[in-house]
Structures are given as structure tokens and as C-alpha cells.
């Protein structure tokens, strides 16, 4: 079964600090895909940044990075330079695209970005 | 522009009253999804569907229905809603071989008095 667990229910940081927040998958299946995605408090889902199962090279988009550590089933996220807008919760899943592409989530990670 | 549709934004209700939550997309994905989301949970699919007339259950199934008629919409149906049916809503969409991620509706916050 596909798992993804996130064990920081919420984070603080510093405005202009980074942080990372942390995803750990479980998978047998060689072939996935691993996103983060935020909701501020509008409700709303936002795509942030995607990384495949057979990608070597860490994804980045902007502040956004994930750190992949495939050995370890991790997929950490990293927002650099913590801006007051990034203050949300932020979700991690898992996309399984040989079972139609299916999605698993998160319980979600609370950030709280600090002046 | 690309975007996935719900509707009603909020919704408050009865227990026992039949209602219907639409969700429409206008890029073509064949694979379409139902999620709710409850403090401390995370999101969690409800049904989804790979294609039209195809559709399956996802983690928690019971309570709801769905049908998949045509590619763009994907309803929501609750026969009998109950109190703890309140909770906030998704449909998502994405291509069957996606990459990029699901992209979301606005949200359905539904409340069952």
C-alpha cells in the first residue's frame, strides 16, 4: 500500500530564514511522482513542485526545492528566503502513474512564517 | 484559461436531503478525483474515474456516489447526507500519464446540520 507521511504537524520560521519540511513516502512501485502543493487560508490548491521517481537531478521551482532522497524515501521541501504569503499549510503526495495516476496525501504540515 | 470548476462554493444542508456538488474541467484529462479533507487527515479520494463511464472507489467510498458521463464533468452526489459528511471538498483532475500534479477546484465547504 502507498503511504505518505508527514510528521510536522506545524513549523515556524523566521521571515528571510528557510525551512524545510519533511515527506516520507512508502511505495513498492519503481514508478511515481512526488509534489508538494500549499493551501493558504483562501482554501485553495496550489502546485509548487513536482519530482519523478527516475529523476537524478533534485527539482527546484524558484524558492522551492525538494531535496529527494530515494534511498531513504524522502522528499523533503525547502523554501528559501521565507517570505509572510508563504505562511499556509503545505501537503506532500504521491502520484502513481501505473495505476491511472492515482494521488496519496499527506496529513499536511503548518507553516507559520514569522516577521 | 485551464481550470477545474466547483459548485456551490459553500453549502450548508440537512441531514437526509439529497444534494449534488458538480465539478467541470476544461483540459481534456481523462482522470478525475474526489477528495475530502478533514483536520489532521490530509486529503483523502473519495471515488475517482480514468475515463467516462469508468469509475472506482478511493479510500472512503461510503456515503457518496459519483458518474462520470461525459470527460469534462464529474458530480458529486450525496443521497443522504449526514453530520459527519461536513468537511471540505475537492475535485481534481489531471491526464492519465501526468507529470505535473492534479490540478484542484476551488473547494466545496459542506456543512451537515
Known amino acids: 500500500a502507498q503511504k505518505i507521511t508527514q510528521t510536522q504537524p506545524g513549523m515556524f520560521v523566521q521571515e528571510k530564514e528557510a525551512v524545510t519540511l519533511d515527506c516520507t513516502y512508502d511505495?513498492?512501485?519503481?514508478?511515481?511522482?512526488l509534489f508538494w502543493y500549499k493551501q493558504p487560508s483562501s482554501g485553495e490548491m496550489i502546485f509548487l513542485i513536482y519530482?519523478?521517481?527516475?529523476?537524478?537531478q533534485n527539482a527546484t521551482e524558484g524558492r522551492y526545492s525538494l531535496n529527494f532522497q530515494k534511498a531513504r524515501k524522502s522528499a523533503n521541501l525547502v523554501i528559501s528566503a521565507s517570505q509572510l504569503g508563504d505562511s499556509a499549510m503545505y501537503f506532500c503526495a504521491m502520484g502513481m502513474p501505473n495505476t491511472g495516476n492515482q494521488f496519496y496525501f499527506g496529513t499536511g504540515t503548518s507553516l507559520t512564517v514569522i516577521p | 484559461e485551464a481550470q477545474v470548476t466547483q459548485n456551490p462554493r459553500y453549502l450548508i444542508t440537512v441531514t437526509g436531503k439529497k444534494l449534488t456538488v458538480t465539478c467541470s474541467q476544461n483540459m481534456n484529462h481523462e482522470y478525475m478525483s474526489w477528495y475530502r479533507q478533514d483536520p489532521g487527515l490530509g486529503l483523502r479520494q473519495i471515488y475517482y474515474s480514468m475515463n467516462v463511464e469508468v469509475t472506482d472507489k478511493g479510500d472512503v467510498p461510503e456515503g457518496y456516489k459519483v458518474s462520470r458521463k461525459e470527460k469534462r464533468n464529474f458530480p458529486l452526489i450525496l443521497e443522504s447526507p449526514s453530520p459527519n459528511q461536513t468537511s471540505l471538498y475537492f475535485c481534481a483532475s489531471s491526464p492519465l500519464a501526468g507529470a505535473r500534479g492534479a490540478f484542484f477546484g476551488q473547494g466545496t465547504r459542506l456543512t451537515v446540520v
Open positions: 511505495t513498492s512501485d519503481q514508478s511515481y511522482g
Open positions: 519530482q519523478g521517481s527516475y529523476d537524478e
